[in-house]
């Protein structure tokens, strides 16, 4: 592909070419550049890219465009994604285009009113943008039906499809009409996960952009040895001496999120959180505060960590290792975007060794160590040709211009 291309020499619908223009975005990524001219033909596609590389943008403009090619009719599109915040996000991007075309768009989630939604589906919205839970309760109160569905978009497909999601996504397929256009975009695709999609489609072409699963170079790693017990302490330490000037911590469970946020604004820090039991208004007001620069560190759990559009970011705390690669590559993904520089920070207990093998072997490497005073010894049963025994401490490989001292 020609890297000097420009959205003008796709055949886009000329009102979203305007909108763009006014955006000052005028050049596709590689996953644009890719999809967008399949996805016009109304062919299935499958598309992975990592995050942060525009797939929003790579199914909006060819849906809407063909949507604008005929007659503008209720429920004509469904968007799925696993999160209210990126439901928000896509949501945003689509109306945006959407109204130079007179499309409406609505965003279906949980946590804020369900009747208010139901009344903006009964007025008649081309578009739906939906979480599968807050659907399925609309779809179960005959408040949407999708009998004239054209096209469904499965966005950040890795997780959609998991066993978490998969029951909702087939009641939900159940209703769809088997003639639609199905477009999936993903960060990151397994095989098995692979093949359960094609079984959705109908000969589905695919586009794969980039190193898949593999954090960006501008990312510096290092991993923290520490008992359960000191990683609050430790935590505070960092960013007392650290030149942090925004930060996300990421915790397994809410119940944990919740206590470290509290410990951390008692310390006086500016903090800000967000998991699954906060209300919608609260999660958007914290993910707004975020980005704003209100509040320069946020506490969350796995929901900020997939697709979420933060820029700034200079530090990212995996205070709970992840239990799998992916989750750490799309934690990690939230810092250097942009061609920016930032620090990924991993706490691992000695009891954790096994989702520290998993994550290194995924990445082919040893994760640098750092030595402090109160390091316990954590085996790394992952053992790269030619790099020190388990369990050694690997010293870290690209330091920090930001690190002034070790912390001893």
């Not at 790579?58 to 439901?87: D, W, Y």
């Not at 499809?161 to 009409?177: A, E, H, S, Y």
């Not at 190193?211 to 923290?224: E, F, G, M, N, S």
């Not at 005073?373 to 930001?402: F, M, N």
């Amino acid at each position: 592909m020609n890297n000097c291309m420009t959205f003008d020499e796709f055949e886009i619908d000329p009102r979203c070419l305007h909108v763009l223009n006014q955006q000052n975005i005028t050049e596709p990524t590689p996953v644009q550049e890719q999809a967008i001219p399949l996805a016009l033909t109304g062919k299935d596609l499958v598309a992975v890219a990592q995050t942060g590389t525009g797939k929003t943008l790579a199914f909006a403009l060819p849906s809407l465009t063909r949507l604008a090619q005929g007659k503008i009719k209720r429920n004509l599109m469904l968007v799925l994604l696993p999160t209210r915040e990126l439901c928000t996000q896509v949501h945003e991007v689509i109306n945006t285009l959407g109204k130079a075309m007179h499309i409406k768009a609505v965003p279906i989630y949980g946590g804020v009113s369900i009747d208010k939604q139901a009344k903006q589906l009964q007025e008649g919205m081309t578009v739906i943008v939906a979480t599968p839970g807050r659907l399925i309760d609309q779809m179960g109160r005959r408040n949407v039906k999708f009998d004239e569905l054209e096209i469904l978009v499965l966005d950040e497909a890795d997780r959609m499809l998991d066993m978490g999601f998969l029951p909702d996504i087939q009641r939900i397929l159940r209703k769809l009409p088997s003639s639609r256009q199905t477009l999936m975009f993903s960060a990151t695709f397994p095989n098995e996960i692979s093949r359960m999609a094609e079984r959705m489609m109908h000969e589905p072409e695919r586009v794969s952009v980039g190193a898949i699963a593999k954090p960006v170079d501008t990312v510096r790693q290092l991993l923290y040895p520490v008992r359960a017990e000191d990683k609050t302490a430790l935590l505070t330490k960092i960013m007392d001496e650290e030149d942090i000037s925004s930060a996300l911590i990421f915790l397994r469970t809410k119940s944990r999120t919740e206590r470290l946020a509290n410990t951390l604004r008692k310390k006086k820090y500016n903090i800000a959180q967000i998991h699954g039991d906060r209300s919608q208004g609260q999660r958007q007001q914290a993910l707004d505060g975020f980005k704003n620069g209100k509040y320069n560190v946020l506490v969350a759990t796995d929901v900020a960590s997939r697709g979420l559009d933060i820029d700034g970011v200079s530090h990212v705390f995996n205070y709970d290792i992840p239990p799998n690669p992916d989750d750490y590559i799309h934690r990690i993904g939230r810092t250097a975007r942009a061609k920016a520089e930032g620090d990924a920070i991993t706490f691992v207990s000695p009891t954790e060794y096994k989702e520290l093998e998993s994550i290194e072997r995924a990445l082919a490497h040893n994760i640098p160590r750092e030595e402090w005073e109160k390091a316990p010894r954590v085996l790394s049963l992952y053992h790269p040709p030619g790099k020190k025994k388990a369990g050694e401490r690997q010293r870290r490989q690209r330091p920090s211009p930001r690190r002034r001292r070790r912390l001893l």
